[in-house]
């Protein structure tokens, strides 16, 4: 009885240790790391689970958008379109291809772009502009800019009042919380 209980500890094990090993990791493939909103990809990978399904999902600030789920062959090979919605906002993203329990197994950085400017890889620059920092950040829809952020703020003087009172009432508690006498230690107790 005691080696049948080994013998069950051991395959269950092995069945645990199988369950995770990693998946194999993918390789992606576009035509175009360029893109709009509203096109229909056509997607292309290998080295991916055999006879399974892998989830593409749009990853960037705006969030997470999945865009389609194609099947695997018996290769791991992937083949076939998916349609980036209309709804994706102008900017760089990762192309994550996700295995079925939602691991990462591949990705891809790419840029969705305006509709106007979709698959074209190159910016015309006014005459005479030779900064290539400049042509850099143009060529890519949603890179950093040296322009400030235009941030909402309260511009409200009972708002500010407010915000100053409850910072006045958190330091005054936390300095009577700290002259506060201490509850008994153990070494008075004793």
């Known amino acids: 009885m005691h080696i049948s209980m080994v013998g069950l500890l051991a395959a269950q094990t092995l069945l645990l240790a199988a369950s ?3 998946h194999p990791q993918g390789v992606l493939e576009l035509r175009s790391r360029t893109f709009a909103a509203g096109d229909s990809l056509l997607v292309r990978g290998r080295n991916f689970e055999q006879d399974d399904a892998i989830t593409l999902v749009l990853v960037g600030a705006a969030g997470r958008v999945e865009i389609g789920t194609l099947p695997t062959d018996s290769a791991g090979a992937v083949k076939g ?3 980036v919605p209309a709804t994706v906002r102008v900017g760089p993203y990762r192309l994550v291809a996700e295995a079925v329990d939602g691991d990462e197994v591949a990705s891809l950085d790419v840029v969705v772009s305006a509709a106007a400017v979709a698959g074209a890889n190159t910016v015309s620059t006014p005459t005479g ?5 400049a ?3 143009m060529s ?3 890179a950093p800019s040296d322009e400030p952020l235009a941030l909402d703020r309260a511009r409200s003087g009972a708002v500010t009042a407010a915000a100053i009172l409850f910072i006045v009432v958190c330091l005054a508690t936390g300095a009577v919380l700290l002259r506060r006498p201490r509850a008994h230690s153990l070494e008075e107790s004793t």
Request: hydrophobic share 40%.
């Open 129 to 133: 502009a030779h900064d290539p920092a």
């Open 20 to 22: 995770t090993l990693p």
């Open 81 to 83: 379109t998916v349609l």
């Open 140 to 142: 890519m829809p949603g």
């Open 135 to 137: 042509h850099a950040s």
